[in-house]
C-alpha cells in the first residue's frame, strides 16, 4: 500500500479551503448564462493570469491560462501548481474538467461568463442581454444594471483590456474578482 505524500493530502483540503470561499451563504439569483462567440471577442488571445477572488473576508488566489481565437474560449486554472478546473467553449458547447475536491459552487459556466462580462466587446454583451438589464461603458469602467440597479462593475487598468488589470466587483453575487494579466 502506497503512502500518501505531505503534498498529496494537503493539497485537496487547501483546495477546498481556498475555492469554498467562493460558495454562496444563501441562494442567488440566477446567473445570466452568457454564452458568446468566442469570435465575437474580436481578437485573438493568450494570456497568463493571476485571479484573486475576495469574498466574506477571505482571500483566494489561482493562476490561469487563457487563451482565445475565432472557433473557442479555453481556459486552464491552477492552485497551488496543480490543475483545478478547465473549460474549454466552442460556441456552442461549454465542456468542463474539475479536480474531484473543487466545490460544486464554482461552476465553469460561471467562469465563462465572468470573463465574457470583463473582456468582450459592451455591444456584443448588450445584444444578448436579457429585458431589464443593461451594460455600459464610461471611460475604464464597464457597468452592468437589471431595473437600474448596479449589479456589478468593472475596473480597467487599460486596453486592451485582456492585459493589465480588471476588478470585478460582483454586488449581486457578493465577490471581488480582481485579473491580473501578465504583459509581454
Known sequence: MRCLSWLERAVP???????????????????LGLRLAPAALGASI?????LTVERAGKTNDL??????????????GLAMGMRVLSLDFDGRELREWRHPML?????????LEDLQLTLWPVA??????PAG???EDKGLRRT?????EVVATIDYSGTPRWRGTA????????YKLTIVSATN
Open 13 to 31: 483540503l487547501a483546495l477546498a479551503l481556498m475555492l469554498g470561499a467562493c460558495a454562496p451563504d444563501e441562494p442567488a439569483p440566477a446567473r
Open 46 to 50: 493568450s494570456v497568463q493570469q493571476h
Open 63 to 76: 493562476d490561469a491560462a487563457l487563451e482565445v481565437d475565432g472557433s473557442r474560449v479555453s481556459l486552464v
Open 103 to 111: 466545490p460544486s459552487q464554482v461552476r465553469a459556466a460561471d467562469v
Open 124 to 129: 456584443e454583451i448588450a445584444r444578448v442581454l
Open 133 to 135: 438589464w443593461k451594460v
Open 144 to 148: 452592468l444594471r437589471r431595473e437600474g
Open 167 to 174: 476588478v470585478l466587483d460582483n454586488l449581486r453575487y457578493k
